[in-house]
């Protein structure tokens, strides 16, 4: 009887442990641990974008990553990984962004979607357009952001014309681009960035414009051009295109 009396204890040890366990993972979610407050995320399925986020009001007591300081209206924002950062006080609180801020790069991952014939960069509850030597604007919403077409996402620069009313642009119009020298989310969004300015400048066709701001009778040609040139750039800097 004693014996049984102990594994009963044993079990019910067990399972109090587990539980809280459980309740703690529940707690942290998918964030990285040991920073001392809990760890709110939420899942940013629009558009099939499919990834984890911090959830706005959440408090850190640092910003994770190599941040950019964004000032807008006065006021300096911190920008890491598509994540939006305001001080409050000794610490940060996840933010929405401020419409018109530009930053100087996209984030790590991000999905394509066209509106209206112009391309949007979504992440995060966020919408991103190509504001040329400034960087990427931060834009309200869309009118109807749910008739969006959906493009590639993750590591995927845009390397074709607009879609037709049809739908998106063919899959090899795109480039798929993977690194191969264990570059950080943060360098393969800053290279695409590089890459994709150098290679518009090269050869005069921008994919982030309709028609790629060049002349009907030259899309095709033009855009073949930039291709190559994206892909030489990029192969340059220790990634593997497609």
């Not at 394509?112 to 960069?121: D, I, L, N, R």
């Not at 992440?123 to 919403?141: F, I, K, R």
């Not at 150098?198 to 033009?222: E, H, L, N, R």
Request: with cysteine.
């Amino acid at each position: 009887m004693r014996n049984n009396a102990w594994a009963f204890c044993a079990l019910m040890l067990a399972a109090t442990f587990a539980s809280g366990a459980r309740a703690q993972h529940a707690d942290h979610g998918h964030g990285p641990p040991g920073h001392g407050e809990p760890y709110h995320e939420h899942y940013d399925a629009r558009f099939n974008h499919n990834h984890y986020y911090a959830a706005h009001g959440m408090v850190v007591p640092v910003v994770p990553g190599r941040p950019y300081v964004v000032t807008h209206g006065g006021t300096h924002f911190y920008y890491s990984g598509g994540v939006w950062y305001a001080p409050r006080g000794p610490s940060f609180v996840v933010v929405a962004p401020p419409a018109g801020a530009f930053v100087p790069v996209l984030p790590p991952f991000y999905t394509t979607v066209w509106f209206g014939g112009v391309p949007y960069y979504y992440a995060n509850d966020t919408y991103y357009v190509y504001g040329g030597d400034q960087g990427y604007e931060v834009l309200q919403p869309p009118a109807d952001p749910e008739t969006a077409i959906a493009g590639p996402q993750g590591p995927v620069y845009p390397g074709g014309p607009p879609p037709s009313a049809n739908g998106p642009p063919p899959a090899e119009e795109d480039l798929f681009i993977y690194p191969q020298n264990g570059q950080s989310p943060e360098q393969q969004a800053d290279d695409r960035y590089q890459c994709h300015a150098w290679a518009s400048q090269q050869t005069g066709f921008d994919p982030t414009k309709g028609g790629g701001g060049v002349a009907p009778d030259q899309t095709v040609a033009k855009s073949a051009d930039y291709r190559r040139a994206m892909r030489a750039c990029l192969e340059g800097r220790g990634y593997s295109v497609r």
